[in-house]
């Protein structure tokens, strides 16, 4: 095991993995931008280090000067946490060539499963079920026309690239169809997303993705874990159909909406995709449920640790962020699988809890709740500010409970807790969102929220 590590991130995620790091008596360096000095997370990191502005370009996505803290601190390896270098195949690279060791998949997985359309075409070549769509990159608008014409409409436009729902749309005709290939296309323009051509170069248009839309979908992904002996295992699945503007805001494993027999084959399915690409470490296999027909299809992976990873860790008792640890470090291990009893996840964000447009400010009073059942996971305390250069995701709180009805039991109690006061958050929204009876009852979708603002 090497005895140091360095978080290539911020906030409330390099806190969480600082906390492991210590935990098993390894020594935890932060790297932190002008605007994060006073964060919690640089105060807790036995040594941190400062990259540079607030532009994250000038500090966490300036792979040299990380690359350079590691050195100037001795770290022996480097844990990317999730966004910024989490899923870069060049950086991970540029770590194992500079001879540290990268706490994350190979690079070759990382690219892979990083062009959805490859991904797509690598999953159902390996028998996981997909959605009828494009098996190359669609370059143009005249293309997408096509193409969407003999899928059927609805169809999901997205860019091959990129990840976080950004630049997704429903188009329903063609009318939608231009709007949604063009959103597409800026998303892919700045993943750097290009379609390929026949001879393997690059070609002029953005590379989008067109598949099959399903309506009234669920959204439930499987965590897996690839293990330093070559095999795979799943840790049961979480349902991530609260979204707005396909972007994850409440989490809960197990899924109140899939039947015990749909998941055992989401859970085949999703090691059969870690084994394809040979993962190791953590990675998340999302898939779109049909709850009506109880089916299933691919939707992307993500060759990273989730957001989400705490409601897998409370249901399973594994700590995520311990086991890639031990696995970077080529520790055979044995991690149980078994899920016992609820847990639910809230992203507490600085935004509008109506529009959901980002609040940013100053935070006066920061009082995080307690008790049976509840883990926060924030990255902010009271004096703190959150600053428009980043994502506003200040905390993640969860409850647990031995079944969901107890979960959402302590799931009121605690959010009603959770006092901010400072930077607009969307803690109004939670609470509303656990007296929607949809949500309650566990019958709900991917278009809860906009049902919700509707």
């Excluded at 989401?266 to 296999?285: C, D, F, K, Q, S």
Aim: glycine share 12%; with cysteine.
């Amino acid at each position: 095991m090497f005895d140091s590590v360095l978080v290539a991130n911020r906030g409330e995620i390099a806190r969480r993995i600082i906390r492991t790091v210590q935990r098993m008596g390894l020594r935890a360096v932060a790297v932190y931008s002008e605007a994060d000095a006073d964060l919690p997370f640089v105060k807790e990191a036995d040594e941190a280090i400062l990259l540079g502005p607030a532009n994250p370009a000038q500090s966490y996505l300036d792979a040299g000067r990380v690359l350079e803290a590691a050195r100037e601190s001795g770290a022996r390896a480097i844990h990317p946490g999730y966004g910024f270098f989490s899923e870069n195949a060049g950086f991970a690279r540029a770590v194992i060539e500079a001879g540290l060791v990268w706490i994350g998949p190979s690079p070759e997985a990382i690219e892979r499963m990083g062009d959805k359309i490859n991904a797509r075409n690598l999953m159902e070549a390996a028998g996981v079920p997909v959605a009828a769509g494009t098996r190359e990159p669609v370059t143009d608008l005249e293309k997408a026309v096509a193409a969407a014409a003999e899928i059927g409409y609805p169809v999901m436009v997205k860019a091959a690239g990129g990840g976080g729902g950004i630049g997704m749309g429903v188009a329903r005709d063609e009318a939608g169809l231009a709007k949604a290939f063009e959103t597409a296309s800026r998303a892919a323009a700045r993943f750097g997303s290009a379609g390929g051509d026949a001879s393997g170069g690059q070609a002029a248009g953005p590379a989008i993705l067109l598949e099959r839309y399903i309506e009234r979908a669920r959204h439930v992904e499987v965590q897996i874990l690839g293990l330093a002996d070559g095999t795979v295992v799943a840790l049961g699945e979480r349902d991530c159909s609260v979204q707005r503007r396909h972007q994850k805001v409440v989490e809960e494993s197990p899924s109140p909406g899939i039947s015990p027999e749909l998941r055992e084959r989401m859970l085949a399915a999703a090691v059969r995709a870690g084994e394809t690409v040979g993962y190791l470490g953590a990675g998340t296999v999302e898939c779109l449920v049909d709850a009506d027909k109880q089916d299933f299809v691919f939707l992307e992976m993500n060759t990273r640790l989730q957001v989400e990873h705490p409601v897998t860790e409370l249901v399973t008792g594994v700590d995520l962020v311990e086991q890639q640890l031990r696995i970077a470090a080529g520790e055979k291990t044995v991690v149980p699988t078994a899920v016992t009893g609820h847990a639910i996840e809230f992203r507490v964000y600085a935004e509008d809890p109506k529009r959901f447009f980002p609040g940013p400010g100053k935070i006066d009073i920061w009082e995080e709740p307690s008790g049976e059942g509840v883990r926060v996971d924030s990255g902010y305390a009271a004096g703190n500010a959150v600053t428009p250069f980043y994502d506003p995701l200040m905390a993640k709180l969860c409850v647990y409970g031995r079944t969901r009805s107890e979960a959402l039991a302590r799931a009121r109690e605690a959010v009603a807790g959770f006092r901010i006061e400072g930077p607009k958050n969307n803690l109004p929204f939670c609470s509303e969102l656990l007296d929607r009876i949809e949500f309650v009852n566990g019958d709900y979708d991917t278009g809860l929220v906009a049902r919700m603002r509707a």
